[in-house]
Nanobody, 125 residues
Framework: EVQLVESGGGLVQAGGSLRLSCAAS????????IGWFRQAPGKEREGVSC????????YYADSVKGRFTISSDSAKNTVYLQMNSLKPEDTADYYC??????????????????WGQGTQVTVSS
């Protein structure tokens, strides 16, 4: 059974940092891309950052470039999202998801079929 479990969300002041973790199980980790997506109230789910575990390629949304870093630890089957210089507009529920190997290149929610339960990130001003 494919499982993705997010952790690390919380409340932080603007300018602060959080690190999200996505622990994966039930599949061959290196064969898939893992993505981080977020959904704010009243907004559509959007791709934040994705990584291809087969080639290490990454994608970042323009809104997070230079502030967020995605990384993958195949020994732990875990993908991390380091979020620095957080802004109130980063407030959302964050989800990790599994997609085909090269779907990280466009990081679109529709391309990712298996999802975690989400973790909430709140950035206060």
């Amino acid at each position: 059974e494919v499982q993705l479990v997010e952790s690390g969300g919380g409340l932080v002041q603007a300018g602060g940092s959080l690190r999200l973790s996505c622990a994966a199980s039930g599949f061959t980790f290196d064969d898939y891309a893992i993505g981080w997506f977020r959904q704010a109230p009243g907004k559509e789910r959007e791709g934040v950052s994705c990584i291809g575990n087969s080639d290490g390629g990454t994608y970042y949304a323009d809104s997070v470039k230079g502030r967020f870093t995605i990384s993958s630890d195949s020994a732990k089957n875990t993908v991390y999202l380091q979020m620095n210089s957080l802004k109130p507009e980063d407030t959302a529920d964050y989800y990790c998801a599994r997609g085909g190997s090269y779907y990280y290149t466009r990081c679109r929610p529709d391309d990712f079929a298996s999802w975690g339960q989400g973790t909430q990130v709140t950035v206060s001003s």
